[in-house]
T-cell receptor, first 117, second 114 residues
Framework: DTGVSQDPRHKITKRGQNVTFRCDPISEHNRLYWYRQTLGQGPEFLTYFQNEAQLEKSRLLSDRFSAERPKGSFSTLEIQRTEQGDSAMYLC???????????????FGPGTRLTVL | SQQGEEDPQALSIQEGENATMNCSYKTSINNLQWYRQNSGRGLVHLILIRSNEREKHSGRLRVTLDTSKKSSSLLITASRAADTASYFCAAPPSSGGSNYKLTFGKGTLLTVNP
Protein backbone atom coordinates (compact mmCIF):
# COMPACT_ATOMS: atom_id res chain seq x y z
CA ASP A 1 0.00 0.00 0.00
CA THR A 2 1.58 3.28 -1.09
CA GLY A 3 -0.93 5.63 0.54
CA VAL A 4 -0.57 7.82 3.61
CA SER A 5 -0.33 5.79 6.78
CA GLN A 6 -0.90 6.86 10.37
CA ASP A 7 -0.08 5.20 13.62
CA PRO A 8 -1.73 4.41 15.93
CA ARG A 9 -5.24 4.25 14.55
CA HIS A 10 -6.75 4.63 17.99
CA LYS A 11 -5.39 6.06 21.21
CA ILE A 12 -7.10 6.26 24.56
CA THR A 13 -5.34 8.27 27.22
CA LYS A 14 -6.00 9.89 30.53
CA ARG A 15 -6.16 13.62 30.91
CA GLY A 16 -2.75 15.09 31.55
CA GLN A 17 -0.81 12.44 29.68
CA ASN A 18 1.30 13.11 26.60
CA VAL A 19 0.59 11.42 23.30
CA THR A 20 2.45 11.22 20.02
CA PHE A 21 1.11 10.31 16.62
CA ARG A 22 3.05 9.39 13.53
CA CYS A 23 2.30 10.01 9.87
CA ASP A 24 4.10 8.48 6.90
CA PRO A 25 3.25 10.35 3.71
CA ILE A 26 3.37 9.07 0.17
CA SER A 27 7.07 8.72 -0.52
CA GLU A 28 7.47 11.25 -3.31
CA HIS A 29 5.32 13.88 -1.58
CA ASN A 30 7.32 16.74 -0.05
CA ARG A 31 4.33 18.52 1.48
CA LEU A 32 2.58 17.30 4.59
CA TYR A 33 -0.42 18.56 6.53
CA TRP A 34 -2.11 17.83 9.84
CA TYR A 35 -5.83 18.36 10.38
CA ARG A 36 -8.15 17.77 13.30
CA GLN A 37 -11.74 16.64 12.96
CA THR A 38 -14.38 16.52 15.66
CA LEU A 39 -17.71 14.75 15.42
CA GLY A 40 -20.08 16.33 12.92
CA GLN A 41 -17.51 18.81 11.68
CA GLY A 42 -15.20 18.98 8.74
CA PRO A 43 -11.45 18.74 9.21
CA GLU A 44 -9.68 21.84 10.53
CA PHE A 45 -6.20 22.73 9.37
CA LEU A 46 -3.50 22.51 12.03
CA THR A 47 -0.12 22.79 10.36
CA TYR A 48 1.80 22.46 7.10
CA PHE A 49 5.29 21.23 6.25
CA GLN A 50 7.22 21.62 3.06
CA ASN A 51 10.06 19.14 3.30
CA GLU A 52 11.32 19.51 6.89
CA ALA A 53 10.24 23.13 7.30
CA GLN A 54 7.06 23.90 9.20
CA LEU A 55 5.69 26.79 7.18
CA GLU A 56 2.35 27.44 8.82
CA LYS A 57 0.68 26.73 12.14
CA SER A 58 -2.96 27.38 12.88
CA ARG A 59 -3.89 29.30 15.99
CA LEU A 60 -5.74 26.09 16.89
CA LEU A 61 -2.31 24.61 17.56
CA SER A 62 -1.78 25.67 21.16
CA ASP A 63 1.55 25.52 22.98
CA ARG A 64 0.71 21.98 24.06
CA PHE A 65 0.86 20.83 20.45
CA SER A 66 4.09 20.35 18.55
CA ALA A 67 4.70 18.84 15.17
CA GLU A 68 7.96 17.83 13.57
CA ARG A 69 9.18 16.43 10.30
CA PRO A 70 12.88 16.02 11.00
CA LYS A 71 14.08 14.50 7.75
CA GLY A 72 11.35 15.67 5.45
CA SER A 73 9.76 12.24 5.40
CA PHE A 74 7.56 11.07 8.27
CA SER A 75 6.02 13.51 10.72
CA THR A 76 5.02 13.36 14.37
CA LEU A 77 2.36 15.30 16.21
CA GLU A 78 2.72 15.46 19.97
CA ILE A 79 0.12 16.69 22.41
CA GLN A 80 1.33 17.41 25.91
CA ARG A 81 -0.87 17.44 29.00
CA THR A 82 -3.89 16.24 27.06
CA GLU A 83 -7.30 17.67 27.82
CA GLN A 84 -10.73 16.20 27.16
CA GLY A 85 -11.24 18.83 24.47
CA ASP A 86 -8.36 17.29 22.53
CA SER A 87 -10.50 14.24 21.78
CA ALA A 88 -10.82 14.15 18.01
CA MET A 89 -9.67 12.44 14.85
CA TYR A 90 -6.23 13.63 13.79
CA LEU A 91 -5.74 13.40 10.06
CA CYS A 92 -2.53 13.62 8.11
CA UNK A 93 -2.35 14.40 4.42
CA UNK A 94 0.39 14.79 1.86
CA UNK A 95 0.68 16.26 -1.59
CA UNK A 96 3.12 16.23 -4.46
CA UNK A 97 5.67 18.99 -5.12
CA UNK A 98 4.53 22.18 -6.82
CA UNK A 99 4.58 21.76 -10.55
CA UNK A 100 3.49 18.14 -10.40
CA UNK A 101 0.34 17.24 -12.26
CA UNK A 102 -1.65 16.59 -9.09
CA UNK A 103 0.08 18.97 -6.69
CA UNK A 104 -3.22 20.56 -5.62
CA UNK A 105 -4.64 17.26 -4.43
CA UNK A 106 -4.14 16.20 -0.85
CA UNK A 107 -4.10 12.52 -0.04
CA PHE A 108 -5.34 11.72 3.43
CA GLY A 109 -4.43 8.97 5.81
CA PRO A 110 -7.01 6.98 7.81
CA GLY A 111 -6.49 9.17 10.87
CA THR A 112 -5.72 8.60 14.53
CA ARG A 113 -8.75 8.73 16.79
CA LEU A 114 -7.79 10.18 20.17
CA THR A 115 -10.00 9.76 23.21
CA VAL A 116 -9.00 11.63 26.36
CA LEU A 117 -10.68 10.32 29.49
CA SER B 1 -14.01 31.86 8.26
CA GLN B 2 -14.83 28.73 6.31
CA GLN B 3 -13.96 28.64 2.66
CA GLY B 4 -16.31 25.75 1.88
CA GLU B 5 -19.88 25.44 3.05
CA GLU B 6 -21.94 22.50 1.87
CA ASP B 7 -25.68 22.35 1.42
CA PRO B 8 -27.84 20.50 2.31
CA GLN B 9 -26.45 19.18 5.57
CA ALA B 10 -28.15 15.84 5.00
CA LEU B 11 -29.65 14.10 1.99
CA SER B 12 -31.41 10.76 1.84
CA ILE B 13 -32.25 9.10 -1.48
CA GLN B 14 -33.04 5.71 -2.96
CA GLU B 15 -30.50 3.67 -4.84
CA GLY B 16 -30.50 4.59 -8.51
CA GLU B 17 -31.52 8.18 -7.93
CA ASN B 18 -29.27 11.16 -8.51
CA ALA B 19 -27.85 13.19 -5.64
CA THR B 20 -26.94 16.85 -5.87
CA MET B 21 -25.06 18.79 -3.22
CA ASN B 22 -23.89 22.35 -3.27
CA CYS B 23 -20.94 24.30 -2.02
CA SER B 24 -20.43 28.01 -1.48
CA TYR B 25 -17.17 29.79 -0.81
CA LYS B 26 -16.04 33.30 0.02
CA THR B 27 -12.79 34.32 -1.66
CA SER B 28 -11.20 34.01 -5.08
CA ILE B 29 -9.92 30.55 -5.80
CA ASN B 30 -7.61 28.70 -8.16
CA ASN B 31 -9.51 25.47 -7.79
CA LEU B 32 -12.25 23.76 -5.84
CA GLN B 33 -12.07 20.19 -4.64
CA TRP B 34 -14.59 17.63 -3.47
CA TYR B 35 -13.79 14.93 -0.95
CA ARG B 36 -15.70 11.95 0.37
CA GLN B 37 -15.47 10.49 3.86
CA ASN B 38 -17.00 7.19 4.81
CA SER B 39 -18.06 6.76 8.40
CA GLY B 40 -15.08 7.12 10.73
CA ARG B 41 -12.47 7.06 7.98
CA GLY B 42 -10.11 9.43 6.24
CA LEU B 43 -11.01 11.62 3.32
CA VAL B 44 -10.75 10.52 -0.27
CA HIS B 45 -10.17 13.06 -3.02
CA LEU B 46 -12.92 12.83 -5.64
CA ILE B 47 -12.44 15.58 -8.14
CA LEU B 48 -10.78 18.95 -8.64
CA ILE B 49 -12.16 21.70 -10.85
CA ARG B 50 -10.01 24.68 -11.78
CA SER B 51 -11.30 28.23 -11.66
CA ASN B 52 -11.25 28.49 -15.46
CA GLU B 53 -13.40 25.37 -15.85
CA ARG B 54 -17.18 25.36 -15.64
CA GLU B 55 -17.91 21.66 -15.63
CA LYS B 56 -15.99 18.46 -15.12
CA HIS B 57 -16.91 14.80 -15.20
CA SER B 58 -15.39 11.77 -13.59
CA GLY B 59 -17.32 8.52 -13.89
CA ARG B 60 -20.69 9.07 -12.21
CA LEU B 61 -19.58 12.41 -10.81
CA ARG B 62 -20.31 15.76 -12.39
CA VAL B 63 -19.02 18.97 -10.87
CA THR B 64 -19.93 22.48 -11.90
CA LEU B 65 -18.33 25.73 -10.86
CA ASP B 66 -19.79 29.23 -11.03
CA THR B 67 -17.11 31.67 -9.98
CA SER B 68 -19.46 34.65 -10.34
CA LYS B 69 -21.71 33.15 -7.68
CA LYS B 70 -18.84 31.56 -5.77
CA SER B 71 -20.60 28.24 -5.82
CA SER B 72 -20.14 24.68 -6.98
CA SER B 73 -22.32 21.63 -7.22
CA LEU B 74 -21.55 17.92 -7.13
CA LEU B 75 -23.92 15.55 -8.89
CA ILE B 76 -23.72 11.82 -8.32
CA THR B 77 -25.73 9.92 -10.89
CA ALA B 78 -27.28 6.47 -10.48
CA SER B 79 -26.38 6.40 -6.80
CA ARG B 80 -25.39 3.21 -5.01
CA ALA B 81 -25.52 2.21 -1.36
CA ALA B 82 -21.71 2.44 -1.35
CA ASP B 83 -22.00 6.17 -2.07
CA THR B 84 -23.29 6.65 1.47
CA ALA B 85 -20.78 9.04 3.02
CA SER B 86 -20.13 12.63 3.97
CA TYR B 87 -19.11 14.89 1.11
CA PHE B 88 -16.98 17.96 1.64
CA CYS B 89 -15.87 20.75 -0.62
CA ALA B 90 -12.69 22.72 -0.12
CA ALA B 91 -11.63 25.81 -2.04
CA PRO B 92 -8.11 27.02 -1.20
CA PRO B 93 -7.83 30.81 -1.51
CA SER B 94 -5.83 32.00 -4.50
CA SER B 95 -4.16 34.84 -2.60
CA GLY B 96 -2.64 35.34 0.80
CA GLY B 97 0.05 32.71 0.46
CA SER B 98 -2.05 29.85 1.84
CA ASN B 99 -3.27 28.33 -1.37
CA TYR B 100 -2.48 24.87 -0.02
CA LYS B 101 -4.72 25.19 3.03
CA LEU B 102 -7.96 23.28 2.67
CA THR B 103 -10.84 24.71 4.67
CA PHE B 104 -13.84 22.42 4.98
CA GLY B 105 -17.44 22.98 5.97
CA LYS B 106 -19.53 20.52 7.92
CA GLY B 107 -20.21 18.48 4.83
CA THR B 108 -23.29 16.92 3.32
CA LEU B 109 -24.22 13.55 4.77
CA LEU B 110 -25.58 11.45 1.92
CA THR B 111 -27.52 8.31 2.71
CA VAL B 112 -28.38 6.02 -0.18
CA ASN B 113 -31.04 3.52 0.77
CA PRO B 114 -31.01 0.10 -0.95
Amino acid sequence: DTGVSQDPRHKITKRGQNVTFRCDPISEHNRLYWYRQTLGQGPEFLTYFQNEAQLEKSRLLSDRFSAERPKGSFSTLEIQRTEQGDSAMYLCASSAPSGSLSYNEQFFGPGTRLTVL
Amino acid sequence: SQQGEEDPQALSIQEGENATMNCSYKTSINNLQWYRQNSGRGLVHLILIRSNEREKHSGRLRVTLDTSKKSSSLLITASRAADTASYFCAAPPSSGGSNYKLTFGKGTLLTVNP
